[in-house]
Protein backbone atom coordinates (compact mmCIF):
# COMPACT_ATOMS: atom_id res chain seq x y z
CA UNK A 1 0.00 0.00 0.00
CA UNK A 2 1.30 3.62 -1.16
CA UNK A 3 1.57 6.43 1.39
CA UNK A 4 2.68 9.89 1.10
CA UNK A 5 4.00 11.10 4.42
CA UNK A 6 4.87 14.77 4.52
CA UNK A 7 6.95 16.92 7.29
CA UNK A 8 8.39 20.13 7.56
CA UNK A 9 4.95 22.18 8.23
CA UNK A 10 4.46 24.25 11.52
CA UNK A 11 4.59 28.19 12.68
CA UNK A 12 6.31 30.49 11.15
CA UNK A 13 6.51 34.63 11.30
CA UNK A 14 6.34 36.70 7.86
CA UNK A 15 8.69 36.88 5.99
CA UNK A 16 10.13 33.51 6.91
CA UNK A 17 11.13 30.26 5.39
CA UNK A 18 10.00 27.03 5.73
CA UNK A 19 10.79 23.61 4.10
CA UNK A 20 8.01 20.72 3.54
CA UNK A 21 9.34 16.96 2.12
CA UNK A 22 7.32 14.21 1.09
CA UNK A 23 7.99 10.81 0.98
CA UNK A 24 6.27 7.92 -0.65
CA UNK A 25 6.22 4.58 0.94
CA UNK A 26 5.40 1.19 -0.31
CA UNK A 27 5.94 -0.34 -3.73
CA UNK A 28 5.21 2.92 -6.38
CA UNK A 29 5.26 2.45 -10.16
CA UNK A 30 7.38 5.33 -12.23
CA UNK A 31 5.96 8.74 -11.15
CA UNK A 32 4.84 11.18 -13.92
CA UNK A 33 4.02 14.08 -11.94
CA UNK A 34 4.54 15.58 -8.34
CA UNK A 35 2.72 18.35 -6.80
CA UNK A 36 1.88 20.18 -3.84
CA UNK A 37 -1.75 21.68 -2.71
CA UNK A 38 -2.97 24.20 -0.41
CA UNK A 39 -6.40 24.75 1.56
CA UNK A 40 -6.85 26.99 3.47
CA UNK A 41 -10.65 27.77 5.71
CA UNK A 42 -12.94 27.52 3.69
CA UNK A 43 -11.12 27.37 0.06
CA UNK A 44 -10.85 25.23 -2.78
CA UNK A 45 -7.56 23.53 -2.82
CA UNK A 46 -5.29 24.67 -5.19
CA UNK A 47 -2.46 24.24 -6.80
CA UNK A 48 0.65 25.62 -5.20
CA UNK A 49 3.48 24.08 -7.61
CA UNK A 50 3.74 20.89 -9.88
CA UNK A 51 7.02 18.83 -11.00
CA UNK A 52 6.92 16.90 -14.49
CA UNK A 53 9.38 14.69 -15.35
CA UNK A 54 11.91 16.11 -17.24
CA UNK A 55 11.66 18.51 -15.10
CA UNK A 56 9.43 20.72 -16.08
CA UNK A 57 7.69 23.07 -13.06
CA UNK A 58 4.64 24.68 -12.33
CA UNK A 59 3.88 27.27 -10.03
CA UNK A 60 0.84 29.57 -8.71
CA UNK A 61 1.04 33.16 -9.90
CA UNK A 62 1.02 33.47 -5.73
CA UNK A 63 4.00 31.35 -5.16
CA UNK A 64 5.78 32.29 -7.90
CA UNK A 65 9.18 33.67 -7.48
CA UNK A 66 8.82 32.73 -3.63
CA UNK A 67 8.55 28.83 -3.56
CA UNK A 68 11.04 26.21 -5.21
CA UNK A 69 9.32 22.46 -5.77
CA UNK A 70 12.07 19.62 -6.46
CA UNK A 71 12.46 16.34 -6.16
CA UNK A 72 15.66 13.52 -4.78
CA UNK A 73 17.07 12.28 -8.62
CA UNK A 74 15.97 9.04 -8.34
CA UNK A 75 13.63 8.84 -4.93
CA UNK A 76 9.96 9.43 -4.44
CA UNK A 77 10.79 12.59 -2.90
CA UNK A 78 9.45 16.14 -3.42
CA UNK A 79 10.41 18.53 -1.15
CA UNK A 80 8.89 22.49 -1.64
CA UNK A 81 11.12 25.52 -0.30
CA UNK A 82 8.99 28.61 0.61
CA UNK A 83 10.40 31.41 1.17
CA UNK A 84 8.96 35.07 2.22
CA UNK A 85 6.27 33.40 3.84
CA UNK A 86 2.66 35.69 4.18
CA UNK A 87 -0.33 35.48 5.95
CA UNK A 88 -1.85 34.57 2.98
CA UNK A 89 0.10 31.31 2.92
CA UNK A 90 -1.82 29.60 5.63
CA UNK A 91 -3.32 26.81 5.25
CA UNK A 92 -2.87 22.77 5.12
CA UNK A 93 -0.59 22.02 2.32
CA UNK A 94 -1.11 18.43 0.34
CA UNK A 95 1.36 16.52 -1.69
CA UNK A 96 0.42 14.65 -4.74
CA UNK A 97 1.94 11.62 -6.62
CA UNK A 98 0.27 10.78 -10.36
CA UNK A 99 2.36 8.17 -11.91
CA UNK A 100 1.97 6.55 -15.38
CA UNK A 101 -0.30 4.06 -14.55
CA UNK A 102 -2.87 6.30 -13.77
CA UNK A 103 -1.96 6.09 -10.07
CA UNK A 104 -3.11 9.31 -7.52
CA UNK A 105 -2.29 9.57 -4.10
CA UNK A 106 -2.90 12.24 -1.57
CA UNK A 107 -0.66 12.98 1.36
CA UNK A 108 -2.30 13.77 5.19
CA UNK A 109 -1.45 17.31 5.21
CA UNK A 110 0.68 19.37 6.95
CA UNK A 111 -0.26 22.50 8.64
CA UNK A 112 1.26 25.78 7.75
CA UNK A 113 0.60 29.06 9.76
CA UNK A 114 2.38 32.42 8.82
CA UNK A 115 1.64 34.65 12.39
CA UNK A 116 3.13 37.17 14.00
Known amino acids: QVQLVESGGGLVQPGGSLKLSCAAS????????MGWYRQAPGNQRELVAS???????HYSDSVKGRFTIFRDNGKNTVYLQMNNLTPEDTAVYYC??????????WGQGTQVTVSS
Open 26 to 33: GIISKVRI
Open 96 to 105: NFGTWSFHNY
Open 51 to 57: LISGPIT
